[in-house]
């Protein structure tokens, strides 16, 4: 009974000087205290927090995944500046190892798949398969990317376009990075149309 009183009232003093919508449901408050529990945000993040915590479906990032809004666009942001000034290795530090992803065959194979499978088992081997994750049709979607257009996801992590990007907590920093890229060209495009022209 003790531990539940203390955890009330630090909820309590966590949430103090915190402005809620009057739209926001309990549900989502109570969610958002308790991952503030761990990341002890500033109150421009809270707000940020507050503002950009619905995905693309109207869940909840911080109730499907226990993550804030914040934390995502923290690591969004370094990915896309990676990915914009062709730095490789801040790239390779934003990815979770292994990392696994398909990219597009100039040929189908002997079975007919138009897709091939590759697992990076470290940061080291990034290099001979930078350009071949970083396609245009990739850097295009991420440019887009934004948290209202994500997809908070129990099973998966968080997904973008459609489930062909996957964002995962890495377990050793904490911090979200992306777990898999499925190079699906014809989907992806249809993504970017979709949302982004």
Same mark, same amino acid.
């Given at each position: 009974?003790?531990?539940?009183?203390?955890?009330?009232?630090?909820?309590?003093?966590?949430?103090?000087?915190?402005?809620?919508?009057?739209?926001?449901?309990?549900? =989502?408050?109570?969610?958002? &205290? #308790?991952?503030?529990?761990?990341?002890?945000?500033? !109150?421009? $993040?809270?707000? *940020?927090?507050?503002?950009?915590?619905?995905?693309?479906?109207?869940?909840?990032?911080?109730?499907?995944?226990?993550?804030?809004?914040? =934390?995502?666009?923290?690591? &969004? #942001?370094?990915?896309?500046?990676?990915?914009?000034? !062709?730095? $490789?290795?801040? *790239?390779?530090?934003?990815?979770?190892?292994?990392?696994?992803?398909?990219?597009?065959?100039?040929?189908?194979?002997?079975?007919?798949?138009?897709?091939?499978?590759?697992?990076?088992?470290?940061?080291?081997?990034?290099?001979?398969?930078?350009?071949?994750?970083?396609?245009?049709?990739?850097?295009?979607?991420?440019?887009?990317?934004?948290?209202?257009?994500?997809?908070?996801?129990?099973?998966?992590?968080?997904?973008?376009?459609?489930?062909?990007?996957?964002?995962?907590?890495?377990?050793?920093?904490?911090?979200?990075?992306?777990?898999?890229?499925?190079?699906?060209?014809?989907?992806?495009?249809?993504?970017?149309?979709?949302?982004?022209?």
């Amino acid at each position: 009974m003790t531990i539940l009183a203390s955890m009330l009232v630090f909820l309590s003093a966590l949430s103090a000087g915190t402005n809620f919508p009057a739209s926001m449901s309990d549900k =989502e408050k109570t969610c958002l &205290l #308790t991952v503030w529990q761990r990341t002890l945000p500033s !109150d421009e $993040e809270k707000q *940020f927090d507050m503002d950009h915590d619905v995905d693309i479906d109207g869940n909840f990032y911080s109730c499907r995944n226990n993550i804030t809004a914040s =934390e995502l666009q923290k690591s &969004l #942001t370094k990915i896309k500046t990676a990915i914009k000034n !062709d730095d $490789e290795q801040a *790239f390779a530090s934003m990815l979770i190892y292994p990392f696994v992803y398909t990219p597009k065959r100039d040929e189908p194979d002997k079975d007919g798949s138009l897709f091939d499978y590759r697992k990076l088992n470290n940061a080291s081997e990034i290099h001979q398969h930078y350009k071949a994750i970083t396609t245009p049709l990739f850097r295009d979607v991420m440019a887009c990317s934004s948290l209202s257009k994500m997809s908070a996801s129990r099973n998966f992590g968080i997904l973008l376009a459609r489930g062909y990007i996957y964002f995962d907590r890495d377990k050793t920093s904490g911090e979200i990075k992306m777990l898999t890229i499925h190079a699906y060209t014809n989907v992806l495009k249809e993504w970017l149309k979709d949302h982004c022209e």
